[in-house]
């Protein structure tokens, strides 16, 4: 059996860490990228390389150039008085994209789960805490995943905020387009529970 140079092998190791990519799709990436100019590879490589120089706002938690996100930058935003919390950065861009949201968002970078040791203060609550003080929040919106981490992360913020605040959780159930007889019971359930007066 022949054995590949070290160079293919390391790429190909590389390559395996992005989600979703096992051994085979790697190895086939590689040899496609070992038919590129070394330009091509070059320009790859540092635009891969400068994820490093990645900032992430100073409020809200979202990649950025410069201290404040282009969201938090925003004066009608800012003073919104709406506050979207997200587990994540991908959550983030999901709701973003809908155009529906007119507020500030806050990333958590995930939900609480005392068995990983993930508590308030690895989530910063404290930070945001302040933050909904010092901006004047008046409704939150939690766009938390529905897990028992997920429920227990926004019964967490339903107990340490102000009754003063509207906290919302957004809907989940039944996506558009979807068939009943194809759902899962937990969906079912909680489309049920979220029903609204028609």
């Known amino acids: 059996m022949i054995e590949l ?3 293919i092998k390391n790429a190909v190791d590389a390559l395996t860490r992005l989600p979703g990519v096992g051994e085979k799709t790697a190895f086939r990436m590689v040899m496609n990228m ?3 100019k070394p330009a091509e590879l070059t320009s790859v490589g540092q635009s891969i390389s400068s994820l490093q120089k990645l900032k992430h706002c100073q409020e809200c938690g979202m990649f950025c150039e410069e201290n404040l996100c282009s969201v938090c930058l925003n004066e009608s935003r800012a003073t919104s008085g709406s506050i979207c919390i997200v587990e994540n950065i991908s959550d983030y861009l999901a709701i973003e994209k ?3 949201f007119k507020g500030v968002y806050h990333v958590l970078g995930g939900v609480l789960n005392p068995l990983l040791g ?3 203060d690895e989530l910063g609550i404290d930070k945001i805490r302040e933050r909904i003080e010092k901006q004047g929040i008046t409704e939150i919106i939690l766009a938390i995943n529905p897990s028992v981490e997920g429920d227990a992360t926004c019964s ?3 107990m340490i905020l102000s009754e003063d605040i509207q ?3 957004i809907g989940f159930g039944v996506p558009i387009g979807g068939s009943l007889e194809y759902l899962d019971p937990l969906t079912i359930s909680k489309a049920l529970e979220n029903r609204k007066r028609f």
Do not use: A, H, L, N
Request: neutral net charge.
């Open 5 to 7: 140079p070290e160079v």
């Open 34 to 36: 070992t038919q590129w």
């Open 98 to 100: 809908s155009g529906t």
């Open 118 to 120: 993930v508590g308030p």
């Open 156 to 158: 967490y913020f339903k």
């Open 167 to 169: 906290i919302d959780r």
